[in-house]
């Protein structure tokens, strides 16, 4: 067993059941002219996690451990899209729109891809999904049950959203879930900052959070 310094107290894990679960790196969320930016938000915001990410996924690749990405993303014909989730609020483009980088969050549009700076390498699974959180509607519990992983440990964008909605569902899955703290980004900095205390609150009860250095060292 490996144990890393974390909040509210230690994580312990076996390297051998750990995965690495990059959340929604995409060109949408990430660049100007994407899905992130049509609801108003200033995208720039999430660019800090790109570092820290990058030196937590070369860490899981040289340990070879396994990495899963996730893409939240929809069919070209839009029927996995739920009018609720394309008719809310005002956005200046919706989803299945064509924008500068393709339709909005379309499967197969370059805006829905993951950006170069944390693109998946050949033996890296990536989920598409049309939900916020990662189970549902897609493979993801079948591909962590066959990897036999029981740790997860969580980078990605948004961290109140995408982020935060996965760590819940796979906490109650019975998954021991960390998120890596400065390998997430929200629009909304104090959004990120309540995510952190509402998952490591009363004993960690959605899970456990550190920072990619002290992940890093453990895994070296
Ligand atoms: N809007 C926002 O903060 N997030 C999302 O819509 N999706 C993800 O978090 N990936």
Request: aromatic share 6%.
């Given at each position: 067993m490996a144990v890393i310094k974390a909040q509210p107290f230690d994580f312990t894990f076996e390297p051998s059941t750990t995965g690495l679960v990059m959340i929604d790196f995409q060109r949408d969320f990430m660049?100007?002219?994407?899905f992130g930016e049509t609801l108003?938000?200033?995208?720039?915001?999430?660019?800090?996690?790109i570092e820290p990410a990058q030196a937590l996924l070369a860490a899981f690749r040289k340990a070879g451990l396994p990495v899963i990405h996730t893409r939240e993303c929809h069919r070209p014909d839009l029927s996995d899209l739920p009018d609720a989730k394309r008719d809310r609020?005002?956005?200046s483009l919706r989803i299945g729109d064509a924008g500068p980088m393709g339709?909005?969050?379309?499967?197969?549009?370059p805006g829905a891809d993951i950006i170069p700076e944390l693109y998946p390498i050949k033996g890296e699974t990536v989920i598409d999904k049309p939900?916020?959180?990662?189970?549902?509607?897609?493979e993801f519990g079948a591909v962590l049950a066959d990897l036999g992983l029981k740790q997860l440990i969580f980078a990605g964008v948004t961290t109140e959203v995408c982020v935060q909605t996965t760590m819940r569902e796979a906490n109650d899955r019975g998954f021991d879930c960390l998120l890596a703290t400065d390998a997430s980004e929200s629009y909304f900095p104090a959004f990120k900052a309540a995510a952190i205390d509402m998952i490591t609150a009363q004993g960690g009860i959605v899970g456990w959070a550190s920072p990619v250095a002290q992940i890093v060292e453990v895994l070296d």
């Open positions: 660049e100007p002219g994407g108003g938000n200033d995208v720039s915001l999430l660019r800090a996690a609020g005002a956005p339709r909005i969050l379309i499967s197969g549009e939900g916020k959180g990662a189970f549902y509607s897609t």
